[in-house]
Nanobody
Framework: VQLQASGGGSVQAGGSLRLSCAAS????????MGWFRQAPGKEREFVAG????????LYKDSVKGRFTISRDNGKNMVYLQMNSLKSEDTAVYYC?????????????????WGQGTLVTVSS
């Protein structure tokens, strides 16, 4: 069971980044997937989630209209396109696989986690 996140980096406010998450097939094919983030001194929080077939997605209110989650089941990949980045988006971003195929924003329902990739947005 492996999730490998990449694509983080430093960007100025208003810029864009695309995060990628490579998943082993066993964790991926039938699982809802999500992106979470954790800023220094704060709890890990839900950012975006997508159902097993990509048919539905869910977003944290503060990223709606700026972030887009997508998945390519043929490549076992999940993506998070982040546009119009703000300084408050600075955090370590984690991809995660849910226990079920369903779409959820509940951290407790994700049982596989990647190692995290750092996003730094400077104002």
């Amino acid at each position: 069971v492996q999730l490998q996140a990449s694509g983080g980096g430093s960007v100025q406010a208003g810029g864009s980044l695309r995060l990628s998450c490579a998943a082993s097939r066993r964790t991926f094919t039938n699982n809802g997937m999500g992106w979470f983030r954790q800023a220094p001194g704060k709890e890990r929080e839900f950012v975006a989630g997508i159902s097993w077939n990509g048919g539905r997605s869910l977003y944290k209110d503060s990223v709606k209209g700026r972030f887009t989650i997508s998945r390519d089941n043929g490549k076992n990949m999940v993506y998070l396109q982040m546009n119009s980045l703000k300084s408050e988006d600075t955090a370590v971003y984690y991809c995660a696989a849910a226990r079920t195929a369903a779409l959820t924003n509940q951290k407790e329902l994700y049982n596989y986690w990647g190692q995290g990739t750092l996003v730094t947005v400077s104002s």
